[in-house]
């Protein structure tokens, strides 16, 4: 295996290597384009860790932002969606 690919693998398992990540990965692919704010009060996790968490989604390539007006919007990158299925899968 390439070292690229090794080390691509690597941050894509890190961003879902938590459950709170786990579950917000989850919320975002049933609510698309949705707020930290909604995340927060969705799940009821303090709207600061939801940011930090989310920061790390976003650097492993599983969601994407983007701002609409003051809000940040985020939704499931094509890596996100097939993590997300996998994830489900285990269940």
Do not use: C
Not at 58 to 65: F, Q, S, T, V
């Amino acid at each position: 295996m390439q070292e690229k690919i090794a080390k691509r693998i690597e941050r894509v398992f890190k961003g879902v290597a938590n459950r709170k990540r786990a579950k917000i990965l989850d919320f975002i692919g049933k609510e698309d384009n949705t707020t930290l704010w909604q995340i927060s009060q969705g799940l009821d996790i303090e709207l600061k860790n939801v940011s930090q968490h989310t920061a790390r989604m976003e650097k492993a390539g599983l969601i994407e932002k983007y701002h609409v007006g003051q809000s940040v919007h985020h939704e499931l990158t094509p890596y996100g969606e097939k993590v997300l299925e996998f994830i489900r899968n285990l269940k």
